[in-house]
């Protein structure tokens, strides 16, 4: 049972964001123009790669509580400049509405991740440590 709810649960998390980040890479001309700051395409190419590198992290277990925290940082940012402003627009709102949640779960799930692991070592705080 520790198996499943650390290491496959802890990779069943990281997967969909080494996808989200193939798209960004994938589709960067399409998605530049979402990015409310200067330099869209840029912006897309180089949160792509974060989040497979936050992937790699996270799977591999090494720099889990960097990534995991770095993931909550972007996670909020997309949550507060994406999802939250299209909540006004009608055309996008339960779209929106969708995004926001989901990506309020994300970030939830990042910082308990984050908090299972120590600051000084790649391990997962166990009762015994």
């Not at 069943?12 to 994938?26: Q, S």
């Not at 001309?29 to 992290?57: E, Q, R």
């Not at 925290?69 to 997309?78: E, G, P, Q, T």
């Not at 969708?98 to 790649?122: C, F, P």
Request: a positive charge; proline letters at 4%.
């Amino acid at each position: 049972m520790k198996l499943l709810t650390t290491t496959i649960a802890r990779i069943i998390f990281a997967i969909p964001f080494a996808v989200f980040g193939i798209g960004h890479l994938t589709s960067a001309d399409k998605m530049a123009g979402m990015i409310p700051i200067p330099g869209g395409a840029f912006w897309v190419y180089f949160t792509g790669v974060a989040l497979i590198a936050a992937s790699i992290s996270i799977i591999s277990g090494k720099l889990t509580r960097v990534a995991c925290l770095s993931l909550a940082v972007f996670l909020a940012i997309v949550i507060f400049t994406m999802q939250v402003p299209n909540l006004s627009n009608p055309q996008m709102a339960q779209m929106a509405f969708s995004g926001l949640l989901k990506d309020t779960s994300l970030l939830g799930g990042a910082l308990l991740i984050a908090g299972l692991y120590s600051e000084d070592r790649d391990e997962v705080f166990s009762a015994k440590s």
